[in-house]
């Protein structure tokens, strides 16, 4: 009950999902930013002349500390780029503002997995704190008591599953939304001429590595709920 070797090896393997990618983040961002693009235009020129081209008017951007802090906030219609970001011209900030800008045309367009996943946020905040609190004292308060199946302490754990399990869905729901914004931006900028063809490519590299990040936190997050649901309906049975 409160030493598993199977849950050690799913968070090792956890962290290898984790620190991997995030290493090829900021490896091929590294690689990428210290190459200028041709036209020398800055990540907030990018951003600016893509939202003019697809009309969208009622967004800013602005710069925010940091490194690869760059987020859109729709609530406050509000592109933020980092640093070395807003003021760069190298292809790695051309990629990771127009990545940005996808997210802001996404939200003009009213894209439904965009609407989905702002919708689970108070769930997420809600599971991401309360859920692993309910699910472990649900089955430990089972083991002491020696519940038998479909008792309050049953109740307390399904609950605990059902929370995280919102936090697994918010996952899901944004590998399309940060697949989109990318392709969008790739889209964008080779349309718009603010790079060249080979230069477009490399933009590719860095926005496909930073998609990996997202697509292995969801990955860790979904393995590790179906180790829950093992431990509550399959394993704690036997």
């Not at 939202?51 to 009622?58: C, K, S």
């Not at 940091?66 to 790695?92: C, F, M, Q, W």
């Not at 997995?113 to 609190?133: D, E, H, S, W, Y």
């Amino acid at each position: 009950m409160f030493y598993d070797p199977i849950y050690m090896m799913l968070a090792i393997v956890g962290m290898a999902l984790v620190f991997i990618p995030q290493m090829l983040v900021k490896s091929t961002y590294s690689k990428y930013s210290e190459v200028k693009s041709s036209t020398g235009m800055t990540g907030v020129q990018v951003a600016e002349a893509i939202l003019r081209d697809n009309g969208i008017y009622d967004v800013r951007v602005e710069p925010v500390q940091g490194e690869l802090t760059d987020h859109y906030d729709p609530s406050d219609k509000v592109i933020r780029l980092s640093e070395s970001v807003y003021g760069a011209n190298s292809i790695a900030a051309q990629g990771v503002a127009a990545h940005e800008v996808g997210h802001a045309i996404q939200d003009n367009k009213g894209y439904l997995p965009m609407k989905m996943r702002a919708g689970f946020i108070p769930l997420v905040n809600l599971g991401q704190t309360l859920g692993p609190l309910l699910l472990m004292g649900g089955l430990m308060l089972r083991f002491f008591m020696h519940s038998t199946f479909g008792g309050l302490t049953d109740l307390i754990a399904l609950a605990g599953i059902a929370l995280y399990g919102s936090v697994v869905v918010f996952h899901l729901v944004t590998l399309p939304v940060e697949l989109n914004a990318s392709f969008r931006a790739v889209k964008a900028l080779a349309n718009g001429g603010y790079l060249v063809e080979g230069e477009v490519g490399d933009a590719k590299k860095v926005l496909s590595a930073a998609a990996m990040t997202y697509v292995a936190t969801a990955l860790y997050a979904l393995l590790e709920l179906l180790y829950w649901i093992w431990v509550f309906f399959g394993r704690s049975r036997d």
